[in-house]
Every structure is written in structure tokens, then in C-alpha cells.
């Protein structure tokens, strides 16, 4: 099984639309997670991390299951600018960051 | 505030050729540094890390290494290239394992 894993996509949604991407992650000892957001031929920045009770920025809502080892990014009111591949991270144990292989968004107008 | 500077943006090299890619960190100290390399439509792949100077952790065998002359520069090397080697190239900082990094502009290499 796959450290971290993302369903690929491409997920094609409306403008306005509400969509949500899902993580899951093996090692169970795992203490950190984010989100990144990596446009097409450019850097993965770093879109929130993730908080045992949730948490949200804006029109965007991160959320974490430790039981099933899972995490959540909720995007509302998708805009064309939200398009772009989102990362999931998570730090297992005590080694570097360890990135999913991302989910491709595209916002359609 | 903290900056990574990582260069060339682009680079072509024949196979064979040797390869040096840099990257700096300002404005903090001690800060772990790493190397990732991202394929056409793949994720990304640790390649380095690096907790201190001249401390090198090496995540998968290949014909690339890197360096840590001093405390914020971090050096990615080859001595011969492969076609194979070609891809996205990413250095990235942060001040613990547990925290977020922070990503260089990213070094293209095509290697022909």
C-alpha cells in the first residue's frame, strides 16, 4: 500500500461549484498534514495545513480523520483560478514530507 | 521573511554531461534542505534531504548526489547525465520534519 494516496482525477467542475478531494494515508503514526496547490510547470505552495478539529481559510476547508486515516480539502464556490493539481502531504514519522501524487481540478466556465 | 533561491530555471544537457544545481536558503538557520525531482505528470520523489551541514540522506539509489558546503546552500550533482534524469527538479526548506516546506522556482532539465 501506498504511503499517501490521491484519486488522480481530472475532476471538471463548474464554476461555483463545491468539490472535494480525499487522502488517504498507511502509517498510522502520522503527525502532520497539509495541502499544497502546484500549477501546471511551476513550484507546489503551500495551500493550509490541517488540524486535528478542522479548519478552514476562506472558501476552503481542511479536514482530518485519524480513525480512518484520511484527509479533506472542501473548495466552495469554485472559481477558474482554483484550478490546478492539489497535494496531499503528510509527515510520517519522524522523516521528510511525504507527497501524494495529486489531484488535477479543473474549474470550467 | 525566508527566501529559497534555486537556479538555472531551465537547463538542457546532453547525455553524459555533468549537472549542478543550486539552491539557497536567507533568512533562517539550520534549516533542513531537500532535493525532489517530479517526471512529467508524476509526483514528486524525494531524492535528498539534509538536516546539517555535510549530513546527506540519500532516498533512492541513482547517479545523482548531493552536497551541504554550509548551512544554507545545497547542491544537487552528476557526474554523467541519463536521458532519464530529465524532469522538474525542486529544492525545499523547513525548520523541522514535522513542519511545512517551503519550495524553490524549480530547475527544468531535458537532458538530449
Known amino acids: 500500500r501506498k504511503e499517501v494516496e490521491q484519486d488522480p482525477g481530472p475532476f471538471n467542475v463548474p464554476e461555483g461549484a463545491t468539490v472535494a478531494f480525499n487522502c488517504t494515508y498507511s502509517?498510522?503514526?502520522?503527525?502532520?498534514f497539509f495541502w499544497y496547490r502546484q500549477d501546471c510547470r511551476k513550484e507546489p505552495k503551500l495551500l493550509m495545513s490541517v488540524y486535528s478539529s478542522g479548519n478552514e481559510d476562506g472558501r476552503f476547508t481542511a479536514q482530518l480523520n485519524r480513525a480512518s486515516q484520511y484527509i479533506s480539502l472542501l473548495i466552495r464556490d469554485s472559481k477558474l483560478s482554483d484550478s490546478a493539481t492539489y497535494l496531499c502531504?503528510?509527515?510520517?514519522?519522524?522523516?521528510?514530507?511525504?507527497f501524494g501524487k495529486g489531484t488535477r481540478l479543473s474549474v470550467i466556465a | 521573511s525566508q527566501t529559497i533561491h534555486q537556479w538555472p530555471a531551465t537547463l538542457v544537457q546532453p547525455v553524459g554531461s555533468p549537472l549542478s544545481l543550486e539552491c539557497t536558503v536567507e533568512g533562517t538557520s539550520n534549516p533542513n534542505l531537500y532535493w525532489y525531482r517530479q517526471a512529467a505528470g508524476r509526483g514528486l520523489q524525494l531524492l535528498f534531504y539534509s538536516v546539517g551541514i555535510g549530513q546527506i540522506s540519500s532516498e533512492v539509489p541513482q547517479n545523482l548526489s548531493a552536497s551541504r558546503p554550509q548551512d544554507r546552500q545545497f547542491i544537487l550533482s552528476s557526474k554523467k547525465l541519463l536521458l532519464s534524469d530529465s524532469g522538474f527538479y525542486l529544492c525545499a526548506w523547513n525548520t523541522g520534519v514535522y513542519t511545512e516546506a517551503f519550495f524553490g522556482q524549480g530547475t527544468r532539465l531535458t537532458v538530449v
Open positions: 502531504v503528510v509527515n510520517v514519522g519522524n522523516t521528510p514530507l511525504v
Open positions: 502509517n498510522s503514526a502520522s503527525q502532520s
